[in-house]
């Protein structure tokens, strides 16, 4: 909101298009770089897709190249923006192990309250 209440200011709708846009650029040249029938990336689309995880990630980890290349940058993107989707269930296993993910708020509160605060030392 602007101080006059009216709405988001100019600057950050402008912003907030600029950033979509500049999404869209990165999805379009990564997705026409992107091998369609090779399993193995050209040196130009290698680039690109080097670009895309390291502009959507903390950088490249081993293996990552490949599969993007491998299954192709829009369908790697829409992993990485849904994973709920992705079917892991070494990770389903892992978590299944975890008691307290399946605890409610107060049965939490219960099990592991809250350290005592000290009262502060300047009064």
Known sequence: MTIDGHGPSRTMTTRRRAVALAVLAVLAVVTAAAPRASTAPSPGGERALLHLLSRTTFGPRPGDLARVGR????????????????DDPACDAALLTLATLRMSIPELLREYPPAPTRACASR
């Open 71 to 86: 299954i192709g940058a829009a369908a790697w993107l829409e992993e990485q923006l849904h994973p709920e989707r992705v």
